[in-house]
């Protein structure tokens, strides 16, 4: 056990950090991307490979990062600090720290301004925009927004403030409690939607779809975007669930509180598909849609259903719950190092929401304004999104698997761990040898560099 304490304070219990955990955990990466990868690359096949990574390569991680920041009870920055100081290993390990804290505030920047479209089609529900409408107007509606660089600012902004106000509020009266009110009610609602979906639309299709594998879909590079994506739905790669580790009182069992994370997680992306393949099949739609099937696919499906555009607001609302308690997550690793280094929490928020809102107005102008800067063909937004999620966290899983795996000795991993020696030599097996294999193939996909091998 953690002989340290952690000067930000802990989560009350057990399951206030199942709550925390998971509440970084899901969010757009299950709700909005989820399913339209999982509907570009075939479907049912593209899931037993999915679930599979999450086993070998995500869940892993996972365990890893929390056992790390339980032992070192900081900022990921000051963690490694700390464990390599212990272990007797370099000091240059403190980079993987910083490496997090650059990938949580790009990540936010986007993921902000997708949030924010989420808030603007909750109001647009609401007022009942998509009901009846043809596929054209539906398109436009999405055009309209995104075209409309102050519409877009708004709403995100009004997202990225309200994750700060939690944020500045602390672990318990801020980080804890959002997580406590959102998850139970984002529970709700997406129960709700998956009944009315298996209702009104063409239940029948959307189980063949999901859950009859076609194999001839299979190749090497859904196998990446699988494992890729494993790493972004596990908030894996930025120090997010090491520092939510940090804050783990003694006692609890990481191993069995990391297993109901990642169950949870995918339980909820599963959920989120029967929410939104039922309807999308009914109207005999397309599944493989790319990042639209949320804001153009989806809604022109519930415009023709009854209550469509009641059901479409709860879709909307779900997705932006999901949203807020996975942002709070990202500035958590930087948010804390700036207090251990003496800034209060308030400041330390602001301080980081301040750079956090400048990338997103690039984000947001990526898409009007900026919307003809490009590079290698991809826009400011892909840009930031593949560097982020696509290098950036794989290159911080891979090292934080070789850290734990290779630097950190098996006496004090067993001591914070307490499994029995035989689970915890088959847990560092699959962490020296399984993950590092398997990020290694993500981030060379990454950079294109076996694509053509595949
Ligand atoms: N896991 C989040 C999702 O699936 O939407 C995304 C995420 C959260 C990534 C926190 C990284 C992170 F640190």
């Known amino acids: 056990m953690s002989e340290r304490k952690s000067i930000h304070g802990e989560w009350s219990s057990r399951l206030a950090f199942f709550f925390a955990a998971t509440g970084s955990a899901v969010g757009l990466g299950n709700i909005w991307k989820f399913p339209y990868i999982a509907g570009d690359n075939g479907g049912g096949a593209f899931i037993i490979v999915y679930l599979a990574c999450v086993v070998l390569i995500g869940l892993p991680i996972l365990i890893a990062e929390v056992t790390l920041g339980r032992r070192g009870r900081e900022s990921p920055v000051n963690t490694l600090r700390s464990l390599a100081l212990d272990e007797g290993r370099s000091r240059a390990w403190v980079g993987v720290g910083f490496i997090g804290m650059v990938s949580g505030i790009i990540i936010l920047s986007f993921y902000s301004v997708v949030a924010g479209w ?62 406590r009110i ?53 908030s894996l790669g930025i120090g997010a669930m090491m520092v939510y580790g940090a804050y783990m009182p003694n006692g609890v069992s990481i191993f069995r509180v990391s297993v109901w994370v990642a169950a949870a997680d995918t339980g909820i992306a599963l959920l989120a598909g029967l929410a939104i393949f039922p309807l999308v099949f009914a109207k005999g739609l397309a599944p493989a849609q790319g990042p639209g099937l949320i804001f153009t696919t989806l809604p022109l499906a519930f415009g023709a259903m009854p209550l469509g555009s009641l059901f479409g607001a709860a879709f909307f609302a779900l997705l932006v719950l999901a949203a807020w308690t996975s942002a709070v997550s990202m500035i958590e690793p930087t948010v804390a190092w700036l207090e251990e280094r003496g800034v209060g929490r308030v400041r330390s928020t602001l301080a980081v929401g301040a750079v956090v809102w400048l990338l997103g107005m690039v984000m947001d102008f990526s898409f009007n304004i900026w919307s003809g800067v490009a590079w290698q063909g991809r826009s400011l937004f892909e840009l930031f999104n593949f560097v982020s999620s696509d290098i950036m966290l794989p290159l911080g899983g891979f090292l934080i698997a070789l850290f734990t795996g290779w630097m950190v000795s098996e006496r004090s991993l067993r001591r914070e761990l307490g499994v029995s020696r035989p689970l915890l030599r088959l847990w560092l097996l699959v962490l020296r040898y399984v993950t590092p294999v398997g990020v290694l193939l993500i981030f060379l996909n990454a950079l294109g560099l076996i694509r053509g091998a595949l």
Do not use: C
Request: no cysteine.
């Open 118 to 179: 989420s808030l603007d089609y909750l109001l647009l529900s609401l007022r009942g925009a998509y009901a009846g409408a043809s596929a054209d107007r539906v398109s436009r509606l999405f055009a309209g927004l995104t075209g409309n660089p102050w519409r877009q600012m708004l709403w995100f902004t009004l997202f990225l403030a309200v994750s700060l106000w939690f944020s500045a509020r602390g672990v318990r009266a801020g980080l804890e409690r959002a997580a």
């Open 182 to 234: 959102m998850m139970p009610a984002l529970f709700v609602l997406l129960l709700l939607l998956v009944a009315y979906a298996l209702i009104v639309g063409n239940a029948a299709d959307a189980f063949a779809y999901l859950f009859k594998p076609d194999f001839s879909r299979l190749n090497g590079q859904v196998l990446l975007v699988a494992m890729g994506h494993s790493f972004f739905t596990l």
